[in-house]
């Protein structure tokens, strides 16, 4: 659903609607100063204050392009997760002293959340973020602070960046799109919340009335199984800070020598699924990569019955974050897959869209690992920014100890 930019004035939220941006080319465009009471034109992270106290807060809208691979903000709609980074973003400043308070802000909410102290003083948080043209938003929800499945220590978290020779510190934060059923966000709720705070909580969605009474227990999330589909080449390589800083390193330790991450991509497979066994690497071919054969054994754990094993054939690419695997790298794995086997691509980058729309309308065998699964896969194996160097050199070890042998 759309509505006009000429439309657009005292009118509830419907989530998912797209809410069309002016066509002047100037600030006045800007769609969400039209849709909420008393809120600013400018920057991704606006707050409005409350009448009854103005060191407090009615709600905050939060704006997100969900392009930046450098902050890349996601919304999870499996999960209805959304990650948000903060308004420290180039070096100059503070954690908190930023220009719109954006940062201080999430450090008070969070620290009512997670002390479980003055719940009504949290304002709710409408998410939107780009929408294809112009300065078109979409609706993406209304959010709660935090996640019933994110430990408290983990929510909010405050990282080192590096840009050029300078290094500053921004917020990587957790919220829940909450599941507000068929219910509109009202538009005279967003007025009370800045005109009667005490009591706008009448007019509030059911699910944040709950949120409000029980903080982070109280949270029921949006959640949208999603339908398979081609994930886009941002998919495919976001990650948290975290695991952005373990894909850098992998690419640092390999950069003179990537044919040598075939091993380490093993690993990783092996990690993934303790299932897949015995992986082993082939010669080396004319274009200068290297495959891996191994097996995935499936067993009824009974130790008196043979497993059943499946080949595997896995190759593994290097690749920096602006070069994808592209169709004839697939179909070099695609041709070398005998019958009864599947095959693995896995690669620090993504798959460009062409070759995975030929893996996936073709019904190929093919298991496909990028960026965002590696993160994931080092990250559940407790492999961090801290611990990988020791971890990528282990390998390089035990590689060494085999041409040796």
Not at 313 to 339: D, F, P, T
Request: aromatic residues 12%; contains cysteine.
């Amino acid at each position: 659903m759309e509505v006009k930019f000429e439309n657009l004035g005292e009118m509830n939220l419907v989530v998912d609607t797209i809410y069309k941006g002016g066509k002047n080319g100037n600030t006045g465009d800007d769609p969400l100063s039209k849709i909420f009471p008393k809120l600013g034109n400018m920057s991704g992270f606006r707050k409005v204050k409350r009448k009854d106290d103005p060191t407090k807060f009615a709600y905050c809208v939060l704006y997100t392009s969900m392009s930046e691979l450098e902050w890349p903000d996601y919304l999870d709609e499996e999960t209805g997760i959304f990650r948000y980074y903060g308004d420290n973003r180039k070096p100059g400043r503070l954690l908190t002293n930023t220009k719109q308070g954006g940062n201080k802000l999430l450090e008070q909410v969070f620290a009512n959340l997670n002390f479980n102290k003055n719940l009504k003083d949290i304002p709710p948080f409408f998410i939107f973020k780009k929408a294809r043209e112009g300065r078109d938003v979409q609706f993406l929800g209304l959010a709660a602070p935090g996640n019933p499945n994110i430990s408290p220590d983990k929510d909010l978290i405050a990282f080192w960046r590096t840009i050029g020779d300078n290094r500053f510190q921004n917020y990587e934060s957790y919220f829940t799109i909450l599941d507000t059923k068929d219910e509109p966000i009202s538009y005279d709720w967003l007025v009370a919340l800045c005109e009667d705070y005490e009591n706008s909580i009448d007019k509030a969605p059911e699910a944040w009335k709950k949120f409000q009474k029980n903080g982070r227990n109280g949270i029921d999330a949006l959640k949208a199984p999603k339908i398979f589909k081609i994930p886009s080449r941002y998919e495919q390589l976001q990650c948290d800070e975290e695991g952005k800083l373990c894909i850098e390193k992998i690419l640092k330790h390999y950069n003179d020598r990537p044919t040598e991450f075939e091993l380490c991509a093993t690993h990783i497979v092996s990690m993934m699924d303790r299932n897949f066994e015995s992986f082993s690497l082939t010669r080396p071919w004319r274009d200068g990569g290297r495959d891996a054969i191994g097996y995935y054994s499936i067993s009824t754990g009974n130790k008196a019955n043979f497993p059943l094993k499946i080949d595997c054939a896995l190759e593994a690419k290097c690749y920096s974050l602006n070069h994808g695997v592209g169709v004839k790298n697939m179909s070099r794995l695609i041709s070398r897959i005998r019958y009864r086997q599947f095959g693995i691509l896995i690669t620090t980058s993504y798959v460009d869209s062409q070759a995975y729309k030929e893996v996936v309308e073709d019904g190929q065998p093919i298991l496909i690992i990028t960026a965002s699964d590696i993160a994931y896969i080092l990250r559940r194996n407790s492999i961090t920014s801290e611990n990988i160097d020791g971890w990528l050199n282990s390998i390089d070890d035990s590689t060494q100890r085999n041409y040796q042998l």
